[in-house]
């Protein structure tokens, strides 16, 4: 099992950018996939992006593709979403999730374990 804490979340104008983070403890860290989805007030949650338990393969749904960016540091148990270019759409509840994986691989879903989320809020 794995516990998952995102942390960066906040309020920031079009245009600009935030990191946010999530701090992974239990489970050895790099046996899992990560990935990060969003959840906007009376909408379904969404996949944003994915990423490979070593960090060489990473997957991005077509709405942030070109903005957003996740990385990986197995070595801090910590999965990253860099944001940039955020529009007034971006606003959501970030979720950070995780899936233990045998092998080297990539999904949009199946996950496991998720965090409780950190708030973005785009202002226009």
């Known amino acids: 099992q794995v516990q998952l804490v995102e942390s960066g979340g906040g309020l920031v104008q079009a245009g600009g950018s935030l990191r946010l983070s999530c701090a992974a403890s239990?489970?050895?860290?790099?046996?899992?996939?990560m990935g990060w989805f969003r959840q906007a007030p009376g909408k379904e949650r969404e996949f944003v992006a994915a990423?490979?338990?070593?960090?060489?393969?990473?997957d991005y749904a077509d709405s942030v593709k070109g903005r957003f960016t996740i990385s990986r540091d197995n070595a801090k148990n910590t999965v990253y979403l860099q944001m940039n270019s955020l529009k007034p759409e971006d606003t959501a509840l970030y979720y950070c999730?995780?899936?233990?994986?045998?092998?080297?691989?990539?999904?949009?879903?199946?996950?496991?374990?998720w965090g409780q989320g950190t708030q973005v809020t785009v202002s226009s």
């Open positions: 239990g489970r050895p860290f790099s046996l899992y996939v």
């Open positions: 990423i490979s338990r070593s960090g060489g393969s990473t």
């Open positions: 999730a995780a899936d233990l994986r045998l092998v080297e691989g990539i999904t949009r879903d199946g996950y496991k374990y």
